[in-house]
């Protein structure tokens, strides 16, 4: 998964209002594909989150259940999904959501489970 996610990782200036490639990921799929995607940042908020757009790649690959997702921000630091990307995997597999794994710090091994970061989502109730 590192090695697809970091195959992505390109900052790029698409145009003057556009940069894309500075945080990349990969989301590993219960059938065991990966898929990749990378931020798309805009001036006026079009934009969308690397893992977003990595989950999005998958569904329009004709699944939907992920089992890890991992992460390389800026200077591959330590990448914790936003909220808008938490939203979308507990809407995505609402009975199961806690249980994907996500990569924390990828230098340090460090892996969490969606329910950990995501205890009590509104779903839940």
Do not use: H
Not at 31 to 50: E, Q, R
């Amino acid at each position: 998964m590192y090695a697809a996610a970091k195959a992505v990782l390109k900052p790029r200036r698409i145009s003057e209002y556009v940069t894309a490639g500075e945080v990349s990921a990969a989301v590993l799929s219960k059938s065991g594909k990966i898929y990749t995607g990378v931020c798309i940042d805009t001036c006026s908020t079009l934009g969308i989150c690397a893992e977003r757009n990595a989950i999005f790649n998958m569904i329009t690959n004709g699944e939907n259940e992920i089992d890890k997702l991992l992460c390389i921000p800026p200077f591959e630091g330590k990448g914790a999904p936003c909220g808008a990307c938490r939203e979308l995997m507990v809407q995505l597999m609402p009975e199961s959501y806690k249980d994907i794994k996500i990569m924390l710090d990828y230098s340090k091994g460090k892996v969490i489970t969606l329910g950990e970061i995501t205890p009590e989502w509104w779903i839940d109730y």
